[in-house]
């Protein structure tokens, strides 16, 4: 696997561990879509994904309707 590819299963993670498991009262989606917007930044990279589709997705993260492989896809198909 590329750097890129092992970038896209961290943040496939990362978006699973905060917004599946709720480990905040509050603000988790919000809270892991900051985090993925600054590390894919920091890593030259940025999500291209509409906003809506976005939010789509973490709702979908949140109620049980994706797991990490395809949270990966996704990720992987809405960067650049």
Known sequence: ?????????KLANLLFGIVARHPFVDGNKRTALILVETILRINGKTLISKEKDIWVMLNKISIGQMNTKQIVYWVSRNIR
């Open 1 to 9: 696997m590329n750097a890129t590819g092992d970038l896209i299963k």
